[in-house]
């Protein structure tokens, strides 16, 4: 199943690799600072279409249109390209984010960053890899570690908050970073090269990949009230190795 769905995601994150002229295809969606080009579009159009012939009994919920995340089947959370605005900039660094749920329940997740040929995967209960490679999550505590961050752009009234807990943590750990790419920023929790990635007001199809890759890398994904994230809403996100959370979790 996991090999399958590899496959498919490796082809699609060739539309990315051969995009040009990115911000000529740029349309703005609802939300400041909130934006789709057709190479997103034409990313989770192929996926909906590979991944519906591999899987013809799940359904799909997809960033670029209608969404149903309550659905109790088994379906596909999609996100055709994470860190649309470093993509239309050729910043090069976004990912393609699938995970197959069943439920609020995730079993398999894969995050492609496809500019470094990074790929990250995880199958419920059978562990985190990276390029075939096994991860787990570092020991570092915070204190000593690398945080990641979102700053919820879409939600410009979040800004105050964000940045306020930001300075505390920059002022607590070894210091901070920012990819522009949830997914990405999750996996190098997930592979041990940073302690944490916290944001808030993240849609599930940022997150859910991901969350499984972390977890079977032996991390924590939780709200910020520490709480099991749920999958069909937005949520204020943290991921994180245990002892980072530990010390997170008293700065909040």
């Known amino acids: ?148 961050f979102g700053t919820s752009p879409y939600h410009p009234e979040n800004t105050d908050e964000t940045f306020a807990l930001l300075r505390k943590v920059f002022d607590f750990s070894r210091d901070i970073r920012r990819s522009g790419s949830a997914a990405y920023d999750i996996c190098m929790v997930a592979c041990g090269r940073c302690e944490i990635f916290f944001e808030k007001a993240l849609q599930p199809w940022d997150v859910a990949a991901g969350a499984l890759i972390l977890q079977e890398a032996g991390g924590l994904a939780l709200n910020y009230e520490g709480k099991e994230i749920n999958f069909s809403t937005p949520n204020d996100v943290v991921f994180a190795n245990p002892k980072a959370y530990e010390e997170f979790a008293t700065l909040l």
Not at 22 to 32: D, F, H, L, W
Not at 124 to 135: D, E, F, Q
């Open 1 to 148: 199943m996991l090999n399958k769905i590899i496959e498919i995601v490796k082809e699609a994150g060739k539309i990315i690799l051969s995009a040009h002229n990115q911000e000529s295809t740029i349309t703005a969606k609802e939300g400041k600072k909130n934006f789709v080009t057709k190479f997103d579009v034409a990313v989770q159009d192929f996926l909906f279409t590979e991944l519906g012939k591999a899987f013809p009994e799940a359904e799909f919920v997809g960033e670029e249109g209608e969404t149903n995340l309550a659905s109790a089947a088994l379906r596909f959370i999609i996100d055709p390209i994470d860190g649309t605005t470093n993509f239309m900039q050729d910043y090069r660094c976004s990912c393609i984010s699938v995970a197959l749920c069943e439920g609020n329940d995730i079993i398999a997740g894969v995050v492609y960053n496809p500019y470094s040929g990074e790929i990250f995967s995880a199958e419920k209960g059978k562990g985190a890899y990276l390029n075939g490679n096994k991860i787990t999550v570092s020991d570092r505590p915070l204190s000593d570690g690398l945080a990641l």
